[in-house]
């Protein structure tokens, strides 16, 4: 099981891949406790919860980023058209 620290650094590594791939990432605080809406490219995706602790939050960021579980980005063009983004190789 990865630490927080570990977690944070798999994100910032996977952010700085996909900002390369040419996609903008955005990453904006919602009004509602410890929460995160992630833009990426024309996707978004919220992280986080109203009660989360930091710790959750960088959970679901590292899910969001890395693990792909159950996260898809909706083109916000086109409601029908699901795009993934593809899981990074950790070293």
């Known amino acids: 099981m990865l630490t927080t620290e570990q ?5 910032l590594e996977r ?12 990453l904006r605080h919602n009004e509602e406790g410890n929460t995160l809406t992630v833009y990426v490219g024309f996707g978004r ?3 986080g919860a109203e ?3 930091f710790e959750e ?10 693990r792909q579980y159950g996260v898809s980005f909706v083109n916000l063009h086109d409601e029908d058209d699901w795009e993934t983004l593809e899981p990074p190789v950790l070293r």
Do not use: P
Request: net charge negative; with cysteine.
């Open 15 to 26: 952010m700085a891949e996909v900002a390369r791939e040419g996609d903008d990432i955005i």
């Open 51 to 53: 009660d989360a602790t």
């Open 45 to 47: 995706q919220t992280c």
């Open 57 to 66: 939050l960088v959970s679901d960021l590292y899910r969001l980023f890395n």
């Open 7 to 11: 977690k944070c650094r798999a994100v």
